[in-house]
């Protein structure tokens, strides 16, 4: 018998920042709008990479809000390498969610 299928994998906590923007009206927001989230996106895909911190892992538009998701092993560290560019948006009011975990282990940070 191998015993190295027999081994039990590794528990991998997945951690998420969730990035909250009210945006110019009740829908989508503007194009602009719409195209400062996207170069963000890219601009924080890029952070994340070479950092090697975890991944962006997309947005969300509708009731004017735009929200961005990134997830990786440690929200703290993963928000200390998005925190430029997060702030860096003007959208207000703003804030951003640090999910250590699970939906009741939650940071809230006002941007």
Do not use: W
């Not at 996106?41 to 090697?52: L, Q, Y």
């Amino acid at each position: 018998m191998d015993t190295l299928f027999d081994l039990p994998e590794p528990e991998i906590t997945e951690e998420a920042v969730i990035a909250h923007y009210r945006l110019s009206d009740d829908q989508y927001g503007s194009r602009a709008e719409r195209d400062a989230i996207f170069d963000a996106e890219r601009t924080m895909t890029a952070a994340v990479e070479e950092a090697g911190v975890g991944e962006v892992d997309g947005n969300e538009f509708g009731g004017g809000e735009a929200v961005l998701y990134a997830c990786g092993t440690d929200a703290k560290v993963l928000f200390k390498v998005l925190e430029p560019t997060l702030r860096g948006l003007p959208f207000r009011p703003a804030h951003v969610v640090l999910r250590h975990g699970s939906p009741e282990a939650e940071t809230r940070v006002d941007l």
